[in-house]
């Protein structure tokens, strides 16, 4: 802006030239932006690249009360068939766990929308803030499957798997959503750290960096040239956010307060 003043109080014709140049660059760069403009949402540039990197990846949650070890414990437990069953083949382990991880953020959703018409009280965002959730873990399996294709035993076992973890986590959060936030928290630091080995394989070149699907460029805003690796790396700033929404519910329940009582972090998908 700066620039622009001074060369504009100026009547030289290069000066003027220069100006026109500039002006001719900020349009260009203002019609790349519209060019990014249509989205799922309608939302604008979020800029999820330039901040990902203040996304503490490794902040763990220390178990502290017995609710904390036995959440820790089942999750740790559910990653061993988890570890066996896919290795190290990331792609095809994303995208079965993403088909769970977009259960909790509905179920918690839909029970706290139920609850705010029975009682004619408001959510504080909260209902908001895990619909949210629930819809962008949907977009990482949209992403996902653009990179790899299930075969029809994966699918089969999908099918099982939601059938059972659905019903399991609607009881588990009516019974305690203390604990059921809590198992989500944990199990979303296990996400961060799946795809940080993705994010490795990838730096190694044992996976190909291939072109980010078009779904992904859309969604998140990214450069037209960015990569799996860009999208690797904004999905696992999403989980990071994911886990510490998830900590922090469970906190609000373990000081004996309700949801409502701590305004919940909205807009950040
Ligand atoms: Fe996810
Ligand atoms: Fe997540």
């Known amino acids: 802006m700066m620039k622009m003043s001074t060369v504009s109080s100026s009547s030289s014709p290069a000066k003027t030239t220069s100006l026109t140049e500039e002006k001719n660059k900020l349009k260009e760069k203002k019609d790349q932006s ?11 540039d979020r800029g999820l690249l330039g901040r990902m990197d203040r996304v503490a990846m490794e902040l763990l949650h220390v178990p502290k009360t ?3 070890k036995v959440a820790y414990r089942t999750v740790k437990l559910l ?18 766990l ?18 705010s018409l029975r009682k004619f009280e408001q959510s504080g965002g909260w209902i908001k803030a895990l619909l949210e959730e629930a819809e962008n873990e949907r977009m990482h399996l949209m992403t996902m499957v653009e990179l790899v294709q299930p ?5 089969l076992l999908v099918l099982a798997v939601q059938g059972v973890f659905f019903n399991a986590y609607f009881v588990l959060y ?13 199990l979303e630091e296990e996400a961060i750290h799946s795809y940080t080995e993705y994010l490795k ?18 969604y998140w805003r990214l450069p037209k040239d960015a ?4 999208v690797i790396t904004v999905i696992r700033a999403d989980e990071a956010h994911h886990r510490d929404v998830n900590h922090f519910a469970s906190d609000i329940h373990f000081q004996g307060k309700e949801l409502k009582e701590s305004p919940a972090p909205v807009g950040y998908h």
């Not at 896919?86 to 095809?92: D, E, L, Q, S, T």
């Not at 990569?227 to 860009?230: E, N, V, Y």
């Open 79 to 96: 990653r061993i068939p988890t570890d066996l069953f896919f290795k190290r083949r990331y792609g095809c382990r994303a995208m079965m």
């Open 227 to 230: 990569t799996l690796k860009d």
């Open 201 to 218: 394989d990838l730096n190694e070149g044992r996976i190909e960096n291939v072109s980010a699907p078009a779904i992904a460029i859309d």
């Open 174 to 186: 009516v019974l305690s959503p203390k604990l059921a936030h809590r198992v989500v928290g944990y």
């Open 34 to 44: 519209n060019a990014m403009v249509s989205s799922y949402w309608g939302s604008r």
């Open 151 to 155: 075969k029809w035993y994966e699918r």
């Open 98 to 115: 993403e088909t769970v991880a977009a259960v909790p953020g509905m179920v918690g959703g839909v029970l706290l929308h139920l609850r």
């Open 66 to 68: 017995f609710a904390d």
